[in-house]
């Protein structure tokens, strides 16, 4: 059974930035897709951004230019640099796997759905 655990939330002022890190255990897919969803409170989950085995990503168009999603194999820890911090990056973030790719996806996840998720560590930017 595998495992995620982020880490790296916390309160910033607008414009801040913040670097969230999900530690990953146990085996999942032989080929996967790792990224990141937020939820604001009251609302769904939605994509942030994902990367996949080949180290192609996919990012939702209100991150583009100021998030960057990259992974460490070795270390089994995937990373969410936040920059340029908004108030409505505030939510809970959380770390999840999928298998396939990227590939064909615009919109800050993978092809298919996520099997694994994290218990999700929360960011509060304020203005």
């Not at 796997?97 to 694994?116: K, L, Q, V």
Request: hydrophobic share 30%; with cysteine.
């Amino acid at each position: 059974q595998a495992h995620l655990v982020e880490s790296g939330g916390g309160s910033v002022q607008a414009g801040g930035s913040l670097t969230l890190t999900c530690a990953i255990s146990g085996s999942m897919y032989s080929r996967q897709c790792m990224g990141w969803f937020r939820q604001v409170s009251g609302e769904e989950r939605e994509g942030v951004a994902a990367i996949d085995d080949d180290g192609s990503t996919s990012y939702a168009d209100f991150v583009k230019g100021r998030f960057t999603v990259s992974q460490d194999h070795a270390k089994a820890t995937l990373y969410l640099q936040m920059n340029n911090l908004q108030p409505e990056d505030t939510g809970t973030y959380y770390c999840a796997a999928s298998p396939g790719t990227t590939r064909g996806t615009d919109a800050g996840w993978c092809e298919n759905s996520a099997g694994y998720w994290g218990q999700g560590t929360q960011v509060t930017v304020s203005s």
